[in-house]
C-alpha cells in the first residue's frame, strides 16, 4: 500500500453512525411538519444503524476512541433530542383538544412546562451517555453482567414516544393527554440518568429447552411488525416497562448472593 492509499474499513463503523444520525436529526425535521409517522420511524432506523455501528466496528476489528466519541453525540441526538421535541411538538400541536390548553394562559403556561419537560429528557441522556463513557475501562461487579445501569438511550427514546405509538395504534386522545405524556417524558428521563438496573440481552443465555419458545415468540412479534406495526411496538413497550421490576428482583438476587 502506497502512502497516498488509505484503508476504507476504519471509516466503515463511522459512515452508520453518520446514517443513525442524520436519521434521528430527519425525525425533528418530520416533526416541525407534523408527520408523526415518519419522526417515529427515523428514530427507530436511527436506533438499528446505532446497534448496527458497534457491531460492524467489531466484525472488523476497527474499533476506536473516536468511534466511541462519535456514537454518543449521535445518540444524544437521536436518542435524546429528537424524541423529546417530537412529544412536545405532537402534544402542543394546534389540532390537540385538550381544555388546559384552551385559554391563552393556560396554553403558555403548558408550553413552558413542556419546554422545561424536553430539557429534562435530553440532559438525563446526556448524562447517561457520559456515565456509560466514564466507566468503560471500569471492571464492573459480576451481577451487574445481566443488566444494563439505567435505561439504554435507544430504550430510553422509546419510553419518551410511546404515548404517540399507543395514538398511533388506537387513535385514543387519551394518550395525547398532557398529564399521561408528561408521566412518560419523566420517567424515561429518570430511567435513564438512574441506576436502575435493566434488561441486557448480550449475555443472556437462553436453556436449550426454551429455544423453540422463543423463536416462536420472535416469528410473531416479526410478523407483527410487519401487520400491525404501532400495535406490535405498544405490546413491546408494555413487556419492556414490566421486565424492569422483573430485573430489580433479579438483581437483588444476584447481587446478595454475590
Not at 424524541?83 to 403548558?110: C, E, K
Not at 437462553?206 to 410473531?220: D, E, G, H, K, R
Amino acid at each position: 500500500m502506497t502512502e497516498k492509499e488509505i484503508n476504507l474499513r476504519p471509516l466503515l463503523p463511522n459512515s452508520v453512525t453518520m446514517a443513525a444520525l442524520a436519521f434521528g436529526v430527519s425525525s425533528i425535521n418530520m416533526s416541525f411538519w407534523g408527520n408523526w409517522h415518519l419522526a417515529v420511524i427515523f428514530i427507530a432506523l436511527a436506533a438499528v444503524f446505532d446497534f448496527l455501528d458497534g457491531k460492524v466496528a467489531r466484525m472488523l476489528n476497527v474499533s476506536s476512541k473516536f468511534g466511541a466519541e462519535l456514537d454518543s453525540l449521535s445518540d444524544f441526538v437521536s436518542f435524546g433530542v429528537a424524541p423529546a421535541f417530537l412529544m412536545y411538538l405532537w402534544t402542543m400541536d394546534a389540532s390537540t383538544r385538550i381544555s388546559v390548553l384552551q385559554n391563552q394562559a393556560g396554553r403558555a403556561d403548558a408550553i413552558g412546562i413542556y419546554w422545561a419537560l424536553v430539557l429534562f429528557v435530553s440532559m438525563c441522556c446526556a448524562a447517561r451517555l457520559a456515565r456509560f463513557n466514564s466507566l468503560l475501562d471500569t471492571e464492573q461487579p459480576p451481577y451487574w453482567k445481566y443488566f444494563f445501569m439505567g435505561v439504554p438511550a435507544p430504550a430510553g427514546a422509546y419510553l419518551t414516544i410511546l404515548p404517540l405509538i399507543f395514538w398511533l395504534a388506537t387513535g385514543c386522545e387519551f394518550f395525547r393527554c398532557p398529564i399521561f405524556v408528561s408521566i412518560f417524558l419523566i420517567l424515561s428521563g429518570v430511567m435513564m440518568a438512574s441506576k436502575i438496573p435493566t434488561l441486557c440481552l448480550k449475555h443472556l443465555h437462553i436453556p436449550t429447552a426454551y429455544a423453540s419458545v422463543l423463536l416462536i415468540v420472535a416469528m410473531l412479534t416479526l410478523a407483527g411488525l410487519i401487520a400491525l406495526p404501532w400495535l406490535t411496538l405498544s405490546l413491546v413497550g408494555v413487556f419492556y416497562l414490566l421486565s424492569i421490576p422483573v430485573c430489580i428482583f433479579y438483581f437483588l438476587k444476584f447481587k446478595k448472593n454475590a
